[in-house]
């Protein structure tokens, strides 16, 4: 059908008709098409905006339909229901058909032919049915039926192609329409294979009713695609050839084929491969089937003593030993196996060499080529370990016999509750009970709180070191005093050097009787040396005070000198009064008494009152190091005779000693003057006067200033830690002697 008429033509004709283009733009209509529709476009117009019954006539209501109709094909009829504005009620048809070709330069046009479907009483030809209404439902169903159907379907009259559906044409890659007429061979000349099998089934299809074949088509731009060829005759054998071939794409079967041919040859390797891991692994591997040994591991052959050769055919029960309940021999408990369960074992093999030893080993089911069930046994060497075993039980015992015959309190622990295990006869009186009823119990029910906590926390740093520990207890009998037992306990891991233990030996000995002997010998050493330092305190101090009466004598007889040997013999008494106060002293020097004894001496020596006051926290428990308390005493002895010398004879010297937390303070007063400008860090180190007591005060622990406070000159002497210290004892009570130990209530 020309689709190209004239413009006389087109209005001339007694149909309806109306043109459009493939882009919707309205172009024109006739006459009669104006009569038989209201509202019409006018040209230029879009159908999209056109009147609902306009785009169901001409289809535009789906255009893909449209867009997909070949040149020369024309779409189904459409079906209208409209209401003129007369009111009157009436049904339009419509069909469009596509060009053969479009217009030169321009898009394809679209022709609707549309008439009336209403019965009309008037005798208007418009109203008459279409002759081609009856055909058009079966055609549109048929061809519906062809076009949605995956496979490519074509009609063949003798050896050419009639018709196709459009997945055909896709399948042999050709633009849309130019296979209609075309000779199969003609078709197909583009690929020599393709050409040679459709020639071989024409020719088949002359004495054979089917011909199926497959079709490699390679189509430049596109991946190489795998098609079914079926051609079938439909006519019969003696007339003109008419088939119906169909194509079928079996590309992803294909592919998927040789995927499993790869596969196969990857298993394949595969299996070489596990072999040949199976065969380095220390494990040995034997397979099993219905004839028996198929296949072992070289660890297997090594362990039964043979080669491959020599087992394949025979029962794994060739290597069993002669008990009748082998786990080679009885194999019935295989047959409950599924695939994929496993049953372990341990038994003695007896190799071809005569070698029997233990093995440990699982029996595994599973199916093999052909459905067939196979059995793999992985076995392990284990001798070596029950040997092992064997000494390990044997150093138990040995251990056990050790602990029950030891004289000492031991007691074997597990390491991670820390529960008695094993307990000999002399740890009854360690664990204060019987050995027996302490098996199983931890430490929180054998011992007291406070006692339980302790061991638990040494027995636990035992373990985390990985190394003994040694401690000693003092157990008391509930109420923190005596009688007193000593116990000497050592803890010990059990366990190599680079694992963690998994037991605790605890040694224990009784040492109360030890330990009251070497504190018997120690307290009389102890008297023994303080007897002979108080005798010695004693003679240096009568030694002083000698020396200082024949310097008295000396004195007297040479006025002239009498000065300086007065300051000489105030040294030496104060340095006597020392070694007096150490006499009956325990320990270091309480500072307070060194001052006292200080002042005393002063004061019987010049005969110069002087008043001592002690005032402050804890004044009375600071005490000097042994090797401070002469210094500070010489000191003292020439602070408080500068004050003599400088003071009114009738008034008397204040000399105060206070405390803090800080240390200790000594103000002594006097009635003076201080000379104008005076400051010690002028004073330079003596042998006398301010000068001793410079070169003699320790610099870190000490200060010393020296100012006039009006009428009076105030001294104040600092002394702190580390020259001075407190005590932690009471004054006058000595310092406890002997070694300290943690007190735990029975």
Same mark, same amino acid.
């Given at each position: 059908?020309?689709?190209?008429?004239?413009?006389?033509?087109?209005?001339?004709?007694?149909?309806?008709?109306?043109?459009?283009?493939?882009?919707?733009?309205?172009?024109?209509?006739?006459?009669?098409?104006?009569?038989?529709?209201?509202?019409?476009?006018?040209?230029?117009?879009?159908?999209?905006?056109?009147?609902?019954?306009?785009?169901?006539?001409?289809?535009?209501?789906?255009?893909?339909?449209?867009? #997909?109709?070949?040149?020369?094909?024309?779409?189904?009829?459409?079906?209208?229901?409209?209401?003129?504005?007369?009111?009157?009620?009436?049904?339009?048809?419509?069909?469009?058909?596509?060009?053969?070709?479009?217009?030169?330069?321009?898009?394809? /046009?679209?022709?609707?032919?549309?008439?009336?479907?209403?019965?009309?009483?008037?005798?208007?030809?418009?109203?008459?049915?279409?002759?081609?209404?009856?055909?058009?439902?079966?055609?549109?169903?048929?061809?519906?039926?062809?076009?949605?159907?995956?496979?490519?379907?074509?009609? =063949?009259?003798?050896?050419?192609?009639?018709?196709?559906?459009?997945?055909?044409?896709?399948?042999?890659?050709?633009?849309?329409?130019? =296979?209609?007429?075309?000779?199969?061979?003609?078709?197909?000349?583009?690929?020599?294979?393709? /050409?040679?099998?459709?020639?071989?089934?024409?020719?088949?299809?002359?004495?054979?009713?089917?011909?199926?074949?497959?079709?490699?088509?390679?189509?430049?731009?596109?991946?190489?695609?795998?098609?079914?060829?079926?051609?079938?005759?439909?006519?019969?054998?003696?007339?003109?050839?008419?088939?119906?071939?169909?194509?079928?794409?079996?590309?992803?079967?294909?592919?998927? /084929?040789?995927? =499993?041919?790869?596969?196969?040859?990857?298993?394949?390797?595969?299996?070489?491969?596990?072999?040949?891991?199976?065969?380095?692994?220390?494990?040995?591997?034997?397979?099993?089937?219905?004839?028996?040994?198929?296949?072992?591991?070289?660890?297997?052959?090594?362990?039964?003593?043979?080669?491959?050769?020599?087992?394949?055919?025979?029962?794994?029960?060739?290597?069993?030993?002669?008990?009748?309940?082998?786990?080679?021999?009885?194999?019935?408990?295989?047959?409950?196996?599924?695939?994929?369960?496993?049953?372990?074992?341990?038994?003695?093999?007896?190799?071809?060499?005569?070698?029997?030893?233990?093995?440990?080993?699982?029996?595994?089911?599973?199916?093999?080529?052909?459905?067939?069930?196979?059995?793999?046994?992985?076995?392990?060497?284990?001798?070596?370990?029950?040997?092992?075993?064997?000494?390990?039980?044997?150093?138990?015992?040995?251990?056990?016999?050790?602990?029950?015959?030891?004289?000492?309190?031991?007691?074997?622990?597990?390491?991670?509750?820390?529960?008695?295990?094993?307990?000999?006869?002399?740890?009854?009186?360690?664990?204060?009970?019987?050995?027996?009823?302490?098996?199983?119990?931890?430490?929180?029910?054998?011992?007291?709180?406070?006692?339980?906590?302790?061991?638990?926390?040494?027995?636990?740093?035992?373990?985390?070191?990985?190394?003994?520990?040694?401690?000693?207890?003092?157990?008391?009998?509930?109420?923190?005093?005596?009688?007193?037992?000593?116990?000497?306990?050592?803890?010990?891991?059990?366990?190599?050097?680079?694992?963690?233990?998994?037991?605790?030996?605890?040694?224990?000995?009784?040492?109360?009787?030890?330990?009251?002997?070497?504190?018997?010998?120690?307290?009389?050493?102890?008297?023994?040396?303080?007897?002979?330092?108080?005798?010695?305190?004693?003679?240096?101090?009568?030694?002083?005070?000698?020396?200082?009466?024949? =310097?008295?004598?000396?004195?007297?007889?040479?006025?002239?000198?009498?000065?300086?040997?007065?300051?000489?013999?105030?040294?030496?008494?104060?340095?006597?009064?020392?070694?007096?106060?150490?006499?009956?002293?325990?320990?270091?020097?309480?500072?307070?008494?060194?001052?006292?004894?200080?002042?005393?001496?002063?004061?019987?020596?010049?005969?110069?009152?002087?008043?001592?006051?002690?005032?402050?926290?804890?004044?009375?428990?600071?005490?000097?190091?042994?090797?401070?308390?002469?210094?500070?005493?010489?000191?003292?002895?020439?602070?408080?005779?500068?004050?003599?010398?400088?003071?009114? /004879?009738?008034?008397?010297?204040?000399?105060?000693?206070?405390?803090?937390?800080? #240390?200790?303070?000594?103000?002594?007063?006097?009635?003076?003057?201080?000379?104008?400008?005076?400051?010690?860090?002028?004073?330079?180190?003596?042998?006398?006067?301010?000068?001793?007591?410079?070169?003699?005060?320790?610099?870190?622990?000490?200060?010393?200033?020296?100012?006039?406070?009006?009428?009076?000159?105030?001294?104040?002497?600092?002394?702190?830690?580390?020259?001075?210290?407190?005590?932690?004892?009471?004054?006058?009570?000595?310092?406890?002697?002997?070694?300290?130990?943690?007190?735990?209530?029975?």
């Amino acid at each position: 059908m020309d689709l190209n008429p004239s413009d006389d033509w087109f209005d001339l004709v007694p149909s309806a008709l109306a043109e459009f283009d493939e882009q919707g733009r309205w172009l024109r209509h006739n006459h009669a098409f104006a009569t038989l529709v209201e509202r019409t476009p006018t040209p230029g117009q879009h159908l999209a905006t056109t009147a609902p019954h306009i785009q169901q006539l001409t289809g535009w209501d789906t255009p893909l339909g449209l867009l #997909g109709l070949r040149p020369g094909e024309g779409a189904f009829p459409t079906r209208v229901h409209v209401t003129r504005d007369d009111l009157v009620p009436c049904v339009l048809m419509g069909k469009v058909h596509a060009a053969t070709s479009p217009a030169p330069g321009g898009e394809r /046009k679209l022709l609707c032919i549309a008439w009336s479907a209403t019965p009309s009483t008037t005798g208007d030809v418009t109203a008459q049915p279409h002759p081609a209404l009856d055909t058009e439902p079966l055609l549109h169903e048929l061809t519906t039926i062809l076009e949605s159907s995956p496979a490519g379907i074509a009609y =063949l009259r003798a050896d050419t192609l009639v018709r196709c559906n459009r997945r055909f044409e896709r399948m042999l890659g050709v633009e849309p329409g130019t =296979l209609t007429g075309q000779q199969l061979e003609a078709l197909l000349s583009h690929d020599p294979r393709i /050409k040679r099998v459709a020639s071989e089934s024409v020719a088949r299809l002359q004495r054979e009713p089917q011909y199926e074949s497959e079709l490699e088509i390679d189509v430049p731009g596109k991946p190489t695609m795998w098609y079914a060829l079926s051609i079938k005759r439909i006519g019969s054998a003696g007339g003109p050839l008419e088939a119906i071939a169909v194509l079928s794409d079996i590309t992803r079967i294909r592919t998927q /084929k040789a995927q =499993l041919e790869a596969m196969g040859r990857d298993l394949a390797l595969q299996a070489d491969r596990t072999r040949a891991i199976l065969d380095s692994v220390f494990v040995g591997i034997v397979t099993l089937d219905a004839n028996g040994i198929s296949w072992m591991n070289r660890s297997a052959r090594r362990m039964f003593g043979g080669d491959l050769r020599d087992f394949v055919g025979q029962p794994l029960s060739t290597v069993a030993t002669t008990d009748l309940d082998h786990p080679f021999r009885m194999t019935e408990y295989l047959d409950d196996l599924l695939d994929g369960q496993s049953h372990t074992f341990e038994c003695q093999v007896m190799g071809r060499d005569g070698r029997i030893f233990w093995v440990v080993g699982n029996a595994v089911v599973t199916l093999g080529e052909f459905n067939q069930r196979q059995t793999t046994y992985a076995l392990l060497d284990i001798d070596r370990r029950r040997q092992a075993e064997a000494r390990s039980a044997e150093a138990q015992a040995t251990l056990k016999r050790i602990i029950e015959m030891a004289p000492m309190a031991i007691s074997l622990l597990e390491a991670s509750s820390l529960r008695v295990l094993q307990a000999n006869k002399a740890a009854a009186g360690f664990l204060q009970r019987d050995p027996l009823q302490a098996v199983g119990e931890p430490p929180e029910t054998l011992f007291p709180e406070a006692r339980a906590r302790q061991m638990r926390e040494e027995m636990q740093s035992a373990l985390d070191a990985n190394a003994p520990v040694h401690r000693e207890h003092k157990v008391g009998n509930g109420n923190g005093k005596g009688p007193f037992q000593i116990w000497d306990v050592n803890y010990l891991p059990l366990g190599s050097d680079d694992q963690a233990a998994d037991q605790l030996l605890v040694v224990s000995s009784d040492i109360t009787e030890q330990r009251a002997a070497e504190k018997a010998r120690l307290d009389a050493a102890i008297a023994q040396r303080e007897m002979l330092v108080r005798e010695v305190h004693h003679r240096i101090k009568n030694n002083l005070q000698g020396v200082a009466g024949l =310097l008295q004598q000396i004195a007297q007889r040479k006025p002239e000198v009498a000065p300086a040997i007065s300051e000489v013999v105030g040294q030496v008494q104060a340095i006597a009064q020392v070694y007096g106060l150490q006499v009956g002293a325990g320990g270091p020097l309480r500072l307070h008494s060194v001052v006292e004894a200080i002042a005393s001496s002063v004061q019987k020596t010049f005969g110069h009152p002087i008043a001592l006051t002690l005032e402050g926290p804890q004044v009375n428990d600071w005490q000097l190091p042994e090797a401070e308390s002469i210094p500070i005493a010489l000191s003292l002895n020439e602070l408080l005779t500068n004050a003599h010398k400088h003071s009114d /004879k009738g008034s008397p010297i204040a000399c105060g000693m206070s405390s803090d937390e800080q #240390g200790v303070t000594i103000s002594i007063r006097n009635r003076g003057h201080v000379p104008e400008g005076f400051t010690m860090d002028r004073i330079r180190g003596g042998v006398s006067g301010l000068g001793l007591v410079r070169a003699l005060l320790p610099r870190r622990s000490s200060t010393i200033q020296i100012q006039q406070d009006g009428a009076q000159v105030l001294t104040r002497l600092q002394l702190t830690p580390p020259g001075i210290s407190l005590s932690p004892y009471p004054p006058n009570l000595g310092e406890p002697a002997g070694q300290q130990f943690a007190l735990w209530p029975q």
